[in-house]
Structures are given as structure tokens and as C-alpha cells.
């Protein structure tokens, strides 16, 4: 009608104005061209005023919206539209409100659409703006001009490919590239602003086992069971990532808290070693965790992932179920384990391997019923070489039955040389147990030594039942028939089951040496639970057996809660099979106990060289003990007690103390902050000072780690007299 009525006041005037005519003609065309085009759908058309209302819309536009062209007029456009951060074109992540506050062009922007209400079952669109400013005259801005498309279909395709460029498809979680970019971007922004970043390295213990023993598929069932426990782990603190097989990543941004950090780690493998339900079967499995922080540990993504790597060997070699901190002292343990491999495979051949037995003593009059066969490897070059290591590699490596079945055969012809009231307990790796020629096994090591069966016994944990269920049974029917003692280890650690001892004929129960540790902590329920224990063993008809009893008060206590039995440092550590001929040939096979009166849990004897500084003086001293609370070193001369001192432990861990005891060069201070446990049995400080602060505050170049630092501004190469006397160590 306006179209009409326009031609119709020109074509009134006179009649040779053809220029007015055929302008007006040409401007009714324009319009009519415009309403065809909105009508079609292919674009729409809108326009706000200078504050950012809208003032027309196109009909179309009104109706994707599900709103009245006359409801949305007046509407701010930015309440109607806002960025998606999840656009992959997107680069800007400046608010839409800012782009427009601009006033400059904006060019095929994608904006998701506001809902007025979240409704189940709303479905998001996405449009994809152009727009231009229009000033007047005077240039006084009068709003935008501009036209829109819905762009959801396209987009959301985009975002799907996006997603499977980034995301993992089976589990969900975000894949190496989209990690790799995120810990790129991270680091690049929080270098100049010295913030920090930590990453932890994860793979999944005993995995490769669940898909050889339950299939493939159980296996991707049970990584997606493990990313969904992680996501509720972790939350939004950080991103988590699956790099591949059973390899996960953690990034966490501005936490290096240590003491944070662990609490985190150890609440993962605590959550990931939980059993899970697959198939009407359970799988177990654990995790280990390798831990680095920025700017302390690396300061490129490539530095920093090859310190959180070299902290995962080290937990995984360090016994599995733990994680580690990075530190600088730390070899590069791929290598080192590549070479241990090749070393095991000798030391089976060569006879390197050697079993020592503990005693298992009845607390009534302390004799010996028992030894539990302990499976030692003294390397001719390393040392001894922790079980907590060689074990999961033997597993690994398919050598674990080997292994077991040489440790099997060789205790039971050791123990043909004790009297016949005497057992002998060997472990069993769930590994070996699995296998389905493993009776055999046992009834060749038996027929070959000729111990009675009743004498042996073997030693088996919650994660034999992982296998399959049929060939399960029929194994502990067997082993049952032939005569061999059951026993089941570690209970009560991990998340052991009742169901277990219903269906498995077990003769005897194991308390693991984690209650022990802390039985007798009031703050702890330890001592309920091995009172607990020893009462369940009890009413089922078996043994109870408590491991690592090393003091007094843990043996008063474990007694008075019904122990029988006690396998422990406070009788013996274990012995070589010469040792024990020598105690029974001189009548000896009553052990009396023998120990400290408190167990200590956290005193370590160590022998580190750390620094201690006073005042502007740093002291090289020697560290003799080191607890959570406090240290013993030696090394100044006249240094009163109360005197404050810095204990510089290095990789930038300094800790604030006092001086409590102070005998010729023996010191021992208490510290102001107690010190965290590093998951592997040593002890770190919560947090570190970066090397460059170090650097700038005066600290000795050759006190900090290798590199490249600004000059401190009151540094001063002046070596004045100490104010303590320097003993040489």
C-alpha cells in the first residue's frame, strides 16, 4: 500500500515529469524486490536506533523467533543474541555488547539466540549477522543497518566436526590436539602474567589385562566408566583429556598447591581402583599419576609434559597405585625401565633371583607357624631392586608365570628342611591365576618337593576375581581339593568385598599394614577396623593375620583387639633360608618381640645435603633426619636455640624453621609449615619459589638449576664473615 501510494503522488504531477515518474517507478520496484526477498526466507532484513534498539524487523526473522514483530521492537539487540564460546571460527572472544559499542562494521558474525525461558525440549539456533553503522550528515550515529540468516543446521554440523576433531569419541573427554592447543594457550598467556599450571599424567594400571581376560568391548565399557568417575572428580578445576589407549591428562590452571594437588591425585586412585560392574562381572584396576607444575617444573609444553612424564614412571615403578611429583633428581625412568627388562629376562636365566622368608609368629607364646616367601633381586650393579618394581614389568611382559612358577617350586623345597608344623605362604599373582594350567602348577611344585599340601599356602588378593567367573570357580575348586591353604591379602585396602569371602574358601584373612601405620592415631578408625576383622575371621571360621606390626604400641594394641597372629619388623624382618637353619639348628624358633615403643611414622633417616640460610647468609649442612613436622642436620657452629632459620631443600622448596636443639654441629628445628607427602613415600613442601624469584632475591647462582637469570639488584658477591661457623661435612 505505501508502494501505491507513492506512485500515485508522482504520477498526479505534470506530465512531462518522466525523471519523477520512472524514479518513483524504480523505488517501487526497490521495495517490492526487498519484500520478495524477506518473504522468500533467503535473508532478513533489521535496523536499530542509536542505542541499540531494534526498529525494524523482518516478519521471517519475528517468526524464527517465535515472538510478534511488535513485542521484539524496542528489544536491545545484544538481549536477544550473545557470542558462543564454542564457535571454532570464532578467534574474538570480546562480548557482542562491545562489538556493538564500537560502532564499526561487523562482518558474518555467528550469534546464539537468548531464550527467554531454558524449556526441555527448546531447540538453539544460531544466526549469522552483517551489519554496517549509518551515521547523518553531522555524523552523529543513528544505529545499525543490516541483514541476518539462520545459520543452525550448517553450524551445527560445524560444531560436530569441530567436536570430533577435538573430543574423543569414545569417551567424550577431549582428545591430544584439543589438549596439546589448551596447554599451549595456557602457558603462552600465563608466562608473562607468572601465574601457574598444573598438568597430571595418568595411565591405568592392569588395563591390558581386563581386555585379555573380559574382551575389547569391557574395555571401552570400563574407559568410559573411568572418564565419567574422573569428570565428577575434577569438575570444572580443569580440563581432562584421553591421549590414547589407556593415557589420560589433567590440566589445572593456577593451582600449585602441593598438598591440593595430591589430595586430588590420591582421591583419583582411590575412585579409579574402585570394582566396575561390567556384564554382570567386576573388573579391578588402578591408576598411577606423574605430577607437574609450571612455571617450577617447565615453562614450554614440552618441558613441563616430560617432567609429569618422568614423575608417572616413577610412580609406576615405585610400586603403581601412587602418584609423584616431579623433581629435578629424577633419572629418565623409560630408559631406566627399558634396561631393567632386559635385566630381569638375565636374572632368571643367571639365578640372580632369590626367595627370603618372614616369620608368621602366634602372639600366645611367640613361636614361629609360618614364613611367607618374599621374592628378592639383587642386581650386581643396581642393588636390590624393589618387588614393587620387577613384579608389574614380569606381569607385563608375560614372565610373571615363569617367575611365579620358580617361586612356587623353590619354597616348597625350602620348607622341607622346617618342621612339618611350619607353613610356607607364596603369593599369586592374579596374572598366574588366571591361567588356566595353573592347578597343575601347584600339584607339580607339590609332587616335585614332596611337602604335604596342607602345608602350603597361597596368598591371593581382590583382583583375581576379575577374570573370568566360570574358570575362577573351577581353580578354587581344585586348589581346594588338593589340600592347599587360601589366604587373602591386603583386605581391607581398595574396596574389598564380603562377597568374596561367600564365594571363594578362604582359610585365612590378612590385615593390611596401611591400619597398622595408623592404629594408633585417635583421629583414625584403624584400630575399630582391625578389631573389625580379626571379629569377621573369627565368625567364618578363619585365621587373621596382621602384617607390619614395628612397635610396641601398635602390638599392645593389635593384641588387645584379638590378633593371634603378627607378621612384622617387631619379630623379624624376612630372613635368608641359611639365617632360619642357623635359629632352629641353635633352638631359636621363639622369636621374643623386639622394637621401638612408638612407631613414628613419618621420621625418615636421610642423608641430604641442603642449604640453611641466616639472615644474608646461606650455610651448606648436611640433613641426617627429616619428619613432617621438623629436621635434623649438622653442619653450624654456635647457633642458640629459638634462632630462625630457612631451610633451602632445593627445586625452589624453602621452609621457614626454628631451632629446638642445638648440640656442637647437630641442629634440629621445627618447621613453621609441615611439610606434605610426595605420594612415594617421601616428603615436599605445599609450595615453591620460582628459580627466577630465587635468582632476583640473591640467591647463589650455583644453588638454583641450570639456567639463564636476571642479576638480583642488592645481590652482592661480598663474602662477609658468617655470623655461625661453617663445618666442613
Known sequence: MAVKGILRAFSNGADGDSISVITSDNHARRIEVLEDFEQAGINWLWATDADGRLVYLS???????????????????????????????????????????????????????????????????????????????????????????????????????????????????????????????????????????AIMMLDLDRFKQVNDTMGHPAGDELLKQVAKRMRTIIGDRGEIGRLGGDEFQVILPDLDDRGKLGEIAEKIVKIVSQPYPIDDKSAIIGTSIGIAVAPYDGVEKEELIRSSDLALYAAKNSGRGQYRFYSAD????????????????????????????????????????????????????????????????????????????????????????????????VNVSAVQFANSGFPEIVMNALAASGLEPERLELELTESVFMGDSETIDNTFKILKELGVRLALDDFGTGYSSLSYLRSAPFDKIKVDKSFVDSCTQKDKNSAKIIAAIVSLSEA????????????????????????????????????KLEEIGEKLGSGEFRIEPDGPDLYRQDRRTVFRRIGAIHEDH????????????????????????????????????????????????????????????????????????????????????????????????????????????????
Not at 393 to 415: M, T
Request: proline share 5%; charged share 25%; glycine share 8%.
Open 59 to 197: 516478519e521471517k526473522a519475528a517468526e524464527n523467533l517465535d515472538r510478534p514483530v511488535d513485542e521484539l521492537l524496542a528489544e536491545q539487540m545484544t538481549a536477544l543474541f550473545e557470542n558462543d564460546p564454542d564457535n571454532p571460527d570464532e578467534k574474538s572472544d570480546r562480548p557482542l555488547k562491545y562489538q556493538f559499542s564500537k560502532r564499526s562494521k561487523i562482518n558474518d558474525l555467528v550469534v546464539r539466540r537468548v531464550p527467554l525461558t531454558l524449556r526441555p525440549g527448546d531447540k538453539q539456533t544460531w544466526w549469522m549477522i552483517t551489519a554496517h553503522p549509518k551515521f547523518d550528515d553531522s555524523g552523529e550515529f543513528q544505529g545499525y543497518r543490516g541483514n541476518a540468516k539462520d545459520v543452525s543446521v550448517e553450524y551445527q554440523r560445524k560444531l560436530e566436526d569441530s567436536r570430533l576433531a577435538e573430543f574423543d569419541s569414545l569417551t567424550g573427554l577431549a582428545n591430544r590436539h584439543r589438549m596439546d592447543n589448551r596447554l599451549t594457550g595456557l602457558l603462552g598467556s600465563f608466562k608473562a602474567a607468572n601465574r601457574s599450571c
Open 330 to 425: 629424577l633419572k629418565d625412568e623409560e630408559q631406566e625401565r627399558r634396561m631393567l627388562v632386559e635385566d630381569l629376562r638375565e636374572a632368571l636365566d643367571n639365578g640372580q633371583l632369590e626367595m627370603h622368608y618372614q616369620p608368621v609368629v602366634r602372639t600366645d607364646d611367640h613361636m614361629v607357624v609360618g614364613f611367607e616367601g618374599l621374592m628378592r633381586w639383587v642386581h650386581p650393579e643396581r642393588g636390590s631392586v624393589s618387588p614393587g618394581v620387577f613384579i608389574p614389568i614380569a606381569e607385563e611382559l608375560n614372565l610373571i608365570n615363569q617367575l611365579g612358577e620358580w617361586a612356587l617350586r623353590r619354597a616348597c623345597e625350602d620348607a622341607l628342611q622346617w618342621p612339618k608344623s611350619v607353613r610356607i605362604a
Open 540 to 575: 567364618l571360621g578363619m585365621e587373621t593375620t596382621v602384617e607390619g606390626v614395628e612397635a610396641f604400641d601398635q602390638f599392645d594394641l593389635v593384641c588387645e583387639k584379638g590378633a593371634r597372629y603378627i607378621q612384622g619388623w617387631i619379630y623379624s624382618k624376612a630372613l
Open 618 to 729: 646461606r650455610y651448606d649442612v648436611v640433613m641426617r633426619d627429616l619428619s613432617k613436622t621438623g629436621a635434623r642436620f649438622e653442619g653450624m657452629l654456635g647457633v642458640p636455640i629459638g634462632t630462625k632459620l630457612v631451610l633451602d631443600l632445593g627445586g625452589g622448596q624453602l621452609v621457614i624453621c626454628s631451632v629446638t636443639r642445638s648440640q656442637e654441629s647437630m641442629l634440629a628445628a621445627e618447621f613453621e609449615t609441615p611439610l606434605i607427602s610426595d605420594g612415594a613415600g617421601g616428603l615436599c613442601t605445599r609450595h615453591r619459589v620460582s628459580p627466577y624469584d630465587l635468582a632476583s632475591a640473591g640467591m647463589p647462582l650455583a644453588a638454583l638449576p641450570p639456567g639463564n637469570y636476571p642479576l638480583a639488584q642488592n645481590a652482592s658477591n661480598d663474602a662477609s664473615k658468617p655470623q655461625f661457623m661453617q663445618v666442613a661435612i
